[in-house]
């Protein structure tokens, strides 16, 4: 699976951004979908994920009730709406694939795909 992050910019504190990821290769739906996040000097952080069918999704403490994700199988992309930004939002985000979802979806050495990251910054 080729994985092709974008959408990433510099949006001020209260804003939104949408970033998407566009895969290509192999079956989209087989896949769950996973965004992290990685801040400068800091480890890769889960930020949500979404099964293969898009029924179940998880998200990360930090961005609960801020982030959604949204998947179209049909258009083999997965996107995820940032509101309410805050400066600490700011990281490279990177989209992954896995094929099964379950409760390690939150762990980054479980997915077997990776985009090549997109860079969000967040002013103050």
Do not use: H
Not at 10 to 18: E, F, T
Not at 41 to 63: L, N, Q
Not at 82 to 95: F, G, I, Q
């Amino acid at each position: 699976v080729q994985l092709q992050a974008s959408g990433g910019g510099l949006v001020q504190a209260g804003g939104s951004l949408r970033l998407s990821c566009a895969a290509s290769g192999r079956t989209f739906s087989d896949y769950a979908m996973g965004w992290f996040r990685q801040a400068p000097g800091k480890e890769r952080e889960f930020v949500g994920a979404i099964a293969g069918s898009g029924v179940s999704t998880a998200y990360g403490d930090s961005v609960k009730g801020r982030f959604t994700i949204f998947r179209d199988n049909a258009k083999n992309t997965v996107d995820l709406q940032m509101n309410s930004l805050k400066p600490e939002d700011t990281a490279v985000y990177y989209c992954a694939a896995k094929r099964f979802y379950s409760s390690y979806i939150v762990r980054a050495p479980t997915y077997d795909y990776w985009g090549q990251g997109t860079l969000v910054t967040v002013s103050s």
